[in-house]
């Protein structure tokens, strides 16, 4: 689909096996977003579908500079997507021959450990830390992102086991 709700896909960002992330746009709010959405063979998997929305919801109770923040999570036809900030300067995954000094290091590093300090304050653990969740915006500052593996310390959260909202929920 071309729009999820408000939510316009431009192009393709990036695939990977559970899904896909777009360059979006939010019609509502007039901004540029990312989109992420799952396979809808995998949105018919309800532990599949547990794990995304248990993502959008630790994602999005870290409010943090450092932290990707999540703006919606919701349902259109058979399509179950996350609209996010868009980061767009690329990750931290390197190519080969390629180098990070050590001041920039220590420098997304700084920016990253604020990030992760307010997820663990919420009892949120990110667990998948790596180049490929770390994104840079057009200033150079580090963005956590991919919750896909969080998990909070007391998992009995009611907020991170709620159902996902569809299109016929009231906006």
């Not at 993502?55 to 999570?73: D, K």
């Amino acid at each position: 689909p071309d729009t999820l709700l408000h939510f316009r896909l431009d192009r393709l960002l990036a695939r990977g096996g559970m899904g896909a992330v777009y360059l979006g746009y939010d019609l509502s709010l007039e901004r540029p977003v990312a989109v992420k959405t799952i396979v809808p063979e995998f949105a018919q998997q309800q532990s599949f579908l547990d794990r995304f929305l248990r993502e959008a919801r630790a994602q999005a109770q870290v409010a943090h500079s450092n932290v990707v923040q999540v703006y919606y999570v919701g349902k259109a036809s058979d399509t179950v997507f996350m609209a996010m900030e868009l980061v767009d300067g690329g990750s931290l995954e390197l190519k080969p021959g390629e180098t990070l000094s050590w001041q920039d290091a220590i420098r997304h590093m700084t920016g990253l450990t604020e990030g992760l300090r307010e997820a663990a304050r919420l009892n949120i653990i990110h667990r998948d830390i790596k180049p490929a969740n770390i994104l840079l915006d057009r200033f150079g500052l580090a963005h956590l992102a991919d919750f896909g593996l969080a998990a909070p310390v007391y998992s009995s959260d009611a907020a991170m086991n709620a159902p996902v909202p569809s299109s016929s929920a009231p906006n």
